[in-house]
Structures are given as structure tokens and as C-alpha cells.
């Protein structure tokens, strides 16, 4: 008996970046992404700006995504949508759009959770992409957000460990900052930091008990540290900007594997898969493939379109759901800070 198609609408808008999917079952037809450059001027995602920029791109990047994945409007079967968490202006603009277009088409609405999307992003149908059994562990790594979460199954996850001050794309951007480098820094960190000598350069790895992290000692560390050293000699950060780099680099990333191994050692889990901005990392991903060789760990990575914010880690989520029957009331509504 052939199987019915599912086609799902996935509508992403929690931060800077509007994004719209369309699935068909668990196999992506389209993911449409439409980033905001404006926010690189500031150093920061500013919220007022970056929801009037999802207001102007929203229709068009819905309509791109159904466009290119060769279906029309009346075939969708439901539109599944970010509740939170995120910047709340942005939100209510996917979560206004999703209403109107579920109640105009007569079809279920879903609501979801952005950062289980993150995890459950990794049961998007790839030919080469192999999906964890349960029980794993997952670790989130974004710039609002870093957590170990215990995945039972699809919607039974029990964060275990997370940040009780900044997120690690945050540790990332504001050691940027101090650089000169631009927004975000991450990408640009990880580049040169495969340039330059890890061990160049000591700092502090904050002592916070059990599986919790801790990143603004860090920050500051690093800020204290540049200081001296530019008073010292001006051109300090443009003679050795690279090992500078490549010794934030390996301090973040031995802070991250020293939790993970916790992680594994109080539960016995040795799956782990990877998810957010920051897992889009070279320096993780590697960390993660070695762990695999050291302790006969089992990665699951991400490709690098799922990584950031997009639509089609919404739309897997809506299509789990729609199997489960778990639709949204059209009176839901956006929650920026939400709990997984």
C-alpha cells in the first residue's frame, strides 16, 4: 500500500534570520533562508530591526520555499511554526503569519519549541546522514543558548546540564569584539584559529560543579588579557591574532568535551549529537571525531544547513507531531523564553 504524503509547511523566525521549509514526510523539498546583514553594523542582533526585516521577508521566502519544492499552497497539510524561545517582535511575526495561513487553508497549526528543533534536526531523511537511537545525549551550542540535554524520544528530553550566564556563541562574539574582528565572530575565530598555535596563549576555565557551564569569567579573562598586552605593545592582537584565536578556541572547546565526558560518565550514553550555530564549528566537530576513536563514542553531526536557525529542523518537528496528532489552539502564542 503506497504511503500517503505529508507535506509540511516549517516557518522559522526566532532571532535574525527568516526561514520557511517545506517537507514532504521526513525528506526536505525546499529550505529557504533569508539572513539580515543590517545587524553586522551593530556588533549585535537588534531586535526592533529585525523583526520589521521578517515582516518584509516573510511572504516571499513562504513562497519561494513552496515554490521550489513543486507543490502548491492547497497540498500542505499543516504549518508548523517557532513559539520560542527567541527575540519576541521576531516571533510574533512567524506565529501571526503561521495563524493566518493554517486558518486560511483550513489545515492544523503546530507549535514548536526551537531548541528541541535543534536536536530533533537530525531525523531529517539525508542518504548520508545516520539518525541517533534513543536514549542520547545532545548538546545545543548557539549564541543564546548551551545545554546537555538527555533525548529519551522525540518529545521526552530532559535538559541535564546548562549555562548559568552566557552562551558559548556569546563567549565566541564578545572575545570577537575585543578583537576587532566583525558579527558574528565565530566563523571568523575558527578560521584562524586553524592558523595559529593552541596553546599560544592560557585562559581561565571557570570551575562550575556538575554538568552546568559557565562563560563570562572567560569573557573577562580574555578582555583583562588583550588589555595588558595591547598596553604592552600596541600591535600586539595584529602580530598574533591568529594564535589568539586558536587559544580561545581550544579553551572553549576543552570546556564543552570536559562536560560532554561528564555527561557520559553519569549516564552511560555514548551516542552524542551536536546541534545549533556554534556545532557548525571545525574545531567541535573534530573534537567529537577523535572522541569517537578515544572513547568509542558514536557523533552525530549535523550538515552545515541545519545548523543555524532554519525551517526544516520546524517542519520535522511538525511533521512528529502531525503523526502524534499534537495541534495548536489558533489562540497559542509566542513565548520568548521557553523551556525544552
Known amino acids: 500500500m503506497k504511503k500517503e504524503n505529508i507535506y509540511i509547511l516549517g516557518i522559522e523566525s526566532s532571532c535574525d534570520d527568516t526561514s520557511a521549509a517545506i517537507l514532504c514526510n521526513d525528506q526536505i523539498l525546499s529550505n529557504v533562508v533569508a539572513d539580515q546583514k543590517i545587524h553586522s553594523e551593530y556588533g549585535g542582533v537588534v531586535p526592533e530591526l529585525a523583526s520589521r526585516a521578517h515582516q518584509q521577508n516573510i511572504v516571499p521566502v513562504v513562497h519561494q520555499a513552496i515554490e521550489k519544492a513543486g507543490i502548491k499552497k492547497e497540498q500542505l497539510c499543516a504549518v508548523a511554526f517557532t513559539k520560542g524561545p527567541g527575540l519576541m517582535g521576531s516571533l510574533l511575526v512567524g506565529t501571526s503569519f503561521a495563524k493566518s495561513l493554517a486558518y486560511g487553508l483550513d489545515i492544523p497549526l503546530i507549535d514548536v519549541n526551537h531548541m528541541q528543533a535543534h536536536i530533533l534536526a537530525h531525523f531529517i531523511d539525508e542518504e548520508d546522514h545516520k539518525k541517533p537511537p534513543f536514549p542520547f545525549l545532545a548538546m545545543t551550542i548557539s549564541g543564546g543558548h548551551t545545554q546537555i540535554v538527555k533525548v529519551n524520544s522525540h518529545f521526552d528530553m530532559e535538559v541535564i546540564g546548562e549555562t548559568i550566564d552566557d552562551a558559548v556563541g556569546e563567549a565566541y ?71 589568539i584565536c586558536a587559544s580561545i578556541q581550544y579553551t572553549i572547546i576543552g570546556i564543552l568535551m570536559a562536560k560532554l565526558k561528564l555527561a557520559v560518565k553519569q549516564t552511560g550514553i555514548t551516542h552524542i549529537a551536536i546541534g545549533g550555530g556554534v556545532s557548525a564549528n571545525s574545531g567541535i566537530r573534530k573534537a567529537l571525531k577523535d572522541a569517537e576513536q578515544k572513547f568509542g563514542w558514536t557523533s552525530y553531526i549535523p550538515k552545515f544547513e541545519y545548523t543555524t536557525d532554519n525551517a526544516a529542523m520546524i517542519a520535522i518537528v511538525g511533521y512528529l507531531k502531525y503523526l502524534e496528532k499534537d495541534f495548536s489552539d489558533f489562540d497559542v502564542m509566542a513565548t520568548a523564553r521557553l523551556k525544552i
Open 173 to 243: 562574539d564578545k572575545s570577537g569584539k575585543v578583537l576587532g574582528l566583525g558579527y558574528p565572530a565565530g566563523p571568523e575565530i575558527d578560521r584562524r584559529a586553524q592558523l595559529g598555535n593552541p596553546k599560544a596563549y592560557q585562559f581561565t576555565k571557570p570551575k562550575v560543579d556538575g554538568l552546568n557551564f559557565s562563560f563570562s569569567g572567560l569573557k573577562t579573562n580574555i578582555l583583562y588579557f588583550v588589555q595588558r598586552e595591547v598596553k604592552a605593545n600596541p600591535n600586539f592582537i595584529e602580530e598574533n591574532l591568529n594564535d
